[in-house]
């Protein structure tokens, strides 16, 4: 997602007290994403030597039979901030972090952000890079020596403290992890998935306290440049199919609407996997809502196609609320929708997980 915004307000003031010979020093070079073996539990951490970094949860809770979707995300960015500044103000790394809950009970996204640059020696703020251990000033996502998740959000809207247990295993997106996002090979990530995460702990919205279940998605990536000057943003989704399997697919879309590159990845409920490439995925709008807050139009209903001729798979996304946008302009600069979504084969659902539209407000760069 684009940073650029909030990046040029957090080094505004860093700068102004340097030398002028460092004002127009040379930019860092970021990490290329080039194929390799994903290796764990080290991927689980993070990679500070690349541009872009997420860890991105996401999933359906049961809340004494109140079906809640919830978000919790932690970004990680490396500036473009001169690598050589040793100030301690200088802000070569910086963390965001977003967390939701869908409860269409209390008629509104309930949302809240976080952002801080990261400074040797501050606890408050930090990652590490041998294994998911995020923290931003008190609020916490991070992974057990078993394999168990816990993500502890304290907001003025709402109270997150889950556990999210894997179920099976790792779900290593596009070749082995190295995702392909464009037909410039700079256009690519590493990504793997943690689909069918089993989910207990406690939620508080709105005066309300829930002890919940349910299941969740993963995601962890990390990249240098996804978007080419040509791209406004995606759509993705990741879903928890009913029978223990898994989907993820997106679509890079381009500023006039067309699709520039997209892919998926499917798990039955037996194991086995398929890939569908570019040509192999469609994804087309059903029915968009209007944000009243922010004018932006989102196709939150979509049809999904998988596969082509007569072997073609049709799903259908239908939101568990319409209103599910993210305004993180006072963190990450970015407007999204992040929702709760089910899938439905032959008007019949089939899984539950998110959908994500990203650049529908304004173009993204990334």
Excluded: C
């Excluded at 001169?82 to 802000?91: E, H, Y």
């Excluded at 993180?328 to 032959?346: I, N």
């Amino acid at each position: 997602m684009d940073r650029r915004g909030v990046l040029r307000r957090l080094t505004f003031a860093a700068a102004l007290a340097l030398p002028a010979r460092r004002l127009w020093s040379a930019p860092p070079r970021f990490a290329p994403v080039v194929p390799r073996t994903l290796v764990f539990p080290r991927d689980h951490g993070a990679h500070p030597e690349f541009r872009t970094e997420w860890w991105y949860a996401t999933g359906w809770l049961d809340a004494g039979g109140e079906s809640i979707g919830f978000q919790v995300t932690f970004f990680r960015s490396r500036t473009d901030h001169d690598a050589d500044n040793p100030s301690r103000f200088a802000p070569h790394q910086l963390l965001f972090a977003h967390a939701a809950l869908a409860r269409p009970a209390a008629g509104r996204l309930l949302h809240e952000q976080r952002a801080a640059r990261v400074v040797a020696g501050d606890d408050a703020v930090r990652f590490v890079t041998d294994d998911t251990d995020l923290r931003l000033r008190g609020w916490i996502f991070r992974r057990d020596g078993d394999g168990r998740y816990h993500a502890r959000i304290e907001g003025e809207t709402l109270t997150l403290d889950l556990a999210l247990a894997p179920t099976q295993p790792i779900l290593r997106q596009g070749d082995a992890g190295f995702s392909r996002k464009g037909t410039n090979p700079e256009q690519a990530s590493h990504y793997y998935s943690q689909p069918q995460l089993a989910v207990s702990g406690r939620v508080a919205a709105g005066g309300a306290r829930f002890e919940v279940d349910g299941r969740a998605w993963l995601d962890h990536e990390w990249s240098s440049r996804v978007l080419d000057d040509a791209a406004a943003g995606w759509d993705w989704i990741g879903i928890n199919l009913d029978d223990g399997g898994a989907l993820m697919a997106f679509r890079i879309r381009g500023r006039d609407g067309s699709t520039r590159w997209a892919a998926a990845r499917w798990r039955d409920g037996r194991g086995r996997e398929r890939s569908f490439t570019a040509v192999e995925v469609g994804l087309a709008p059903l029915g968009a809502w209007r944000s009243p807050h922010t004018g932006a139009i989102y196709p939150v209903r979509q049809r999904l196609t998988l596969g082509a001729g007569r072997e073609a798979m049709q799903f259908d996304l239908v939101p568990l609320m319409d209103d599910q946008e993210l305004d993180s302009r006072a963190s990450t600069g970015a407007v999204y929708w992040e929702g709760a979504v089910k899938l439905h084969r032959d008007g019949r659902a089939v899984g539950r997980g998110y959908l994500e539209l990203v650049g529908y407000h304004r173009p993204m760069a990334l």
